[in-house]
Structures are given as structure tokens and as C-alpha cells.
């Protein structure tokens, strides 16, 4: 028996890290290249990427590997694929910050706040804000560009490359599709579960576990059973992932979501926690949050107004038990799997990990 | 002899449409199974894409066929690749229209400007501005996916488009940073015109012409020769191009740019035009254009006050000279490139009107 290289979590982010940081310094090289100026717009991309847990990487490592994809050369080229997957996420990013207006990201200025500061201590002309907001829509749309570079020169063969392009483009577009759905639901006058869990799986559930794996797993030439079950661990596992994120985004500790404590309800976002509460709400529970969610001045003793509705509700409770449901569901699809043994423990490591009450 | 299918530049116009509206009405159905809620969004890319010269699309078929192309069946599968190219350039515009705040695009309502009115007639929630820039951000996300989505999927076999491949990414990474120094430049305390034509170079002069024709030129397997001469007409040209772009958008006939007279004047770009005028201005020419550039209340007097600083320094008259020089230098390259008869009239012909005098 020969030992098998298994990496884990931390040095698979490592490597994916490693392929994000030469692409970039390339980049810059070039860019530097046409003008010094375009040091800010490199410097913004950098920084985000530098963060983050790179799920998708992972889960498109997994995916691959699960289908028997091997431990050699190959793998390296599995986690450039990975790291085309983390560029898009960036571009998603970058873009969903400027339209939500978000100040933060990862714990740090978000691009636009960042650019908007420049312009401010550099006492440029204009408006510091529409100067940071213009900055960070064309550092996302570099992004999106090398996204997909990063995909086609990922170096697997063009053929075995092809088996994945299809579902690398739904993603995409349906990654776009269900943003504006979010941000259309934001301005409806109500909200329901059922439309809340719509966005949920075309914004995020398909986008985190799902799309990445079947990616990993088709380049790997994988059975349809093998996709089938790969469809049902990553959209069960994904929506209770979101489900995981709306819950700390209302409740998490801010020093570790990296976001403002209630900054959710600031935003006024749709979330199944709150569609839940407002469908348990009595009349002044409904009116509470009627003129409350979404103030973009929502103070400390609002958020914890709020926060009693979520939980005198039985929201909470409720998503909480939906977070627990989707997990076992995602679980037992894992457990069906025909996937190698290295593969199954590692996608149930990442599935506990990714939707575990600590951010 | 046989007789050759040429291709006018209205009926390539045509080709190239039908290839986005099959594209499209694709992606509506597809959308329109995610939520009937998406049809406003798809309307956006719809309606812009439906305008415009498409002169990128002509660019690339001709660089093809001026390397020897053939007028065949493969002639369809160039055709698809000028539409990525029109796809590119629509997202180009959307992000452009809101980093700008433009009210217009192509004589049309901009697509952030109709998204708003969207909300605003439908009475929604929050802000009908900030739902007007989410979702043409959204909508030039789309649009950047789908250009590579149908690049990709043009149906030119892999080793040939991994010739143009290289070309297609270096002109998406430069024009974002182009667009990005255009915009630094705007908030700059003065500008000059070296600085101004550098960002003509990134944002448009290649993009416009060279990029097109050489992309063209390499699915075709053109010789370096004339690869090289390519780029030569083609930055020429597209400077020119641009140029011609900057005096319509200070003297154009609105009805025929689709943009208010003065526009660009109100948007405080940074022409070379603008620039020409700063460097010939005196005290009180100076004071006059520091005074009303750039001011988005700018007047049908204020305009005239501009134009009366562009026309007396001689500014316009020098750039109509570099217009005439960069064409002339252009059709000189065009001379001297062992191109294909039919690709030298209609490269000579798109030259001509791309630079005319009528918008």
C-alpha cells in the first residue's frame, strides 16, 4: 500500500492561494506596464482575495476527487480550475458590495470605501463616493474576465475542459440572475419563505456546493449517478450554509463574520429568517420590523428590537431546525455517494464546518 | 470564375444580429424557468444590443477574411465570434452608462435610467435610483459572461481559437484599465494631451479596431506580417476613431449621436479635444473651461461658452488635422498589407465611415 497525499483544508486553501497570487503578480506586471496609476484597482482585487474560506476551490477539488479524480500532476490543474471559481466570487463580491452599499468585507474596507478613501486623501477632484464605486464595478468586471482565463487556461485538456464549460456558464449567469432577484425581493412590499428560499438557491445554495462539485466531478468524467448525488449533498448542504450566514449576519459576532453586528437588517435583506418571522409575526411583532429592517441608521437597541422578534417568534428556532434538516439531508445524499473514501470524509468535514455556528 | 458573396456592411450588420437575438432568446428561456421576475433585466441587454454600428463585428470578420478566410460555411462561426465581441461591448456600455451617470445610451433611455423608472412607475420600496444601478450592474455582469460564453462556444474548433484566445483576454484586461484611467484622469487637477491619448490608446483605440481585426487575423492563421499591419491600421484608425467620437460629443447633431448636445462637456471628460484647448488657452479661456466642465447643471449657453474656447484656441481644428493624419497613416498601413482584395475595400470603407464627419 502506498501512503496517500491527503491535503487538508488549510494547505489545499494554501495552494489555490498560491495559483491566485501568481496570476495576479502577472497581471500587475502587465498592468504596471500601461501605468503606474492602476496600482489602487490591482491593490483592491489583492486584498480581497487574500481573504475568505475558498469553499468553491474546495468543493471543486472534492468534487473531482470524489470521482476518482488522482493525487498526481493532474490535481495541480483541478486546483487552478478552483482558483478560476474563486476569482468569479470575487467579481460576485466586489459588485454585491458597491450595490448593497456594504462598508465592510472580510473585516476590512470594502474595494469602493477603500477607493473612495484614496480619492479623498489624494484630494482629487469630484465625488470621493462615485470615484470608489466606478473603481470597484471595473475591478469586478477584471475579475469576471480573469475568471474565466483562469477557467480556459487552467491547462486540462480542452476536451475534458468542455465536460465542465456548461455548467460553469449556468453558474454564472444564474449567479447573476439570483442577485437580482435578492435585490428585487428587497424592494417588494412583502416577502414570503418560498420566495426567500428561491433567491437562496439561485443566488447562493447552487452557487457554493453544488455547481462547484458537479464542475470538479464532470471534469473527472463522472457518472451521472455520482452527479446526481453530488446535486443533492451540494444543494441541501448550500441552502443550509445561506441559512447558516442569514442566522450569524442577524446574531454573529462581528469580529468574526467580519461585518457589522445586524448589518443584514440594516441592508434590509429578505432573508428566510426574517420571511420566517414576519409569516409567526402578531400585529405589533409585524409593525416592529415593518419600521425597523432595512434603516440604514438602525442603532444597537434596534438591532436587539429586531433580534427579539427573530427569536420571540420561533424564527430562529425554526431556521435552526431547517439548518440541522438540510444538513442530514446533504449527509445521507453524501453517504449514498459512490465516492472514494478520502472524498466523502473530506466533503463531511467541510459540510460540519461550513455550516457550524461559528463563522 | 465563380462569383463571390460579399458581404455589405448592412447585411454583416444582420448576420451579426441574428446570432445575438438566437443568443439571447436562448437565455430568456432559460431565465423565464429561474422567474418571470428577470424579464426587466433581460429587456435591459435586449433593448442596448438591438442599436450601435457593430463595428467590432465587422473588424473581426475582416481581419478574417483579409488573411485569406474563405466566404464559406466558416465564414458563420466568425460571424458568432464578432458577436462575443458586440456581447463585450454592450457590457462595456452598461458599466460605462452608470460609472458616468448617463442619461442616455444610443438615443435611448440608459439601461440603469430605465430600470429606475421601472421601479419608480411600480411604486416599489427604497430607492428607485440604487435599483436602477444594481441592476444594470447586473445586467453588464450578464453581458461579460455571455460575450465568453458565446466566444467559447462559437464553434471555431479549440486549436484555432486558442489562437485569438490570447488577444480576447489582453482586450478585456485593457479596456477595464482604461476605462479606469479615463476616470482618473477626470479627477486629476489638470490633464495634457499625452495623457489624454493614453487613454484613448487603452479604452478604445485598440479595442475599437486593432483588437477586432488582429483577433480576426489569428482565427485565420494570418502571418505576423500582416498581423503587424493590422496593428498598425488598426491603431491609427481607432485613435482616429475616437477622436471623431470626442468632436461628436462636444458638436454633434443629438439626433444622430443619440446623446444631449455638450454631453461629454457635462460629464467633465478629459478629451483630447479638452486637453488640446488647456494647452492653446489663455488666462481667460482657462478660467472659462475650469468654470463650467464638468458641471452637470450645464446649460444650452454654457455649452456654447465651451465650444466658442474648443473652436478659438484652435483646438478642434488640431484635432480634426490629427483625424485626418492617423486615417491617412491608417490607409497607408492598409496599403501595404498583403490583404485580399474584397478585405482591402471593405476595411478602406469601414475606415472611411468610422471617422466621418456624421455621427
Redesign the interface.
Known sequence: MTATRFPDAASLRERVQTVLDEFLAR?DH??AA??P??GA?MEAVTELLRGGKKLRSAFCYWGWRGAGGADDADDELIVRVGAALEMFQA?ALL?DD??D?SDTRRGRPAAHRRLAEL?RTQG???SSD??G???A??A???C???S??MF??SGVP?AQLARG?GIF?QM???V??G???D??E????STTVARAR?VIR?KSAQYTVEQPLVLGGSLAAAPAELLARYSEFGLALGEAFQLRDDVLGVFGDPTETGKPAGDDLRE?KRTTLVAAALERAGEREEATVRRLL?RADLDESGVADLRQVIVGTGALDHVEQLITARLGEALAALDAAPVTPAAAGALRELAVAATSRAA
Open positions: 497581471q502587465s498592468l500601461v501605468s496609476d492602476l484597482l467579481a459588485h458597491v450595490m452599499g480619492h482629487w477632484k469630484g462615485a470615484f464605486v466606478a473603481g464595478i471595473l469586478g468586471d477584471l469576471l474576465s480573469w474565466d482565463e480556459t487556461g480542452d464549460r456558464d454564472r449567469t444564474e447573476m440572475a442577485q437580482y432577484l435585490m428585487f428587497q424592494v417588494q412590499p428561491r439561485y434590509g432595512g
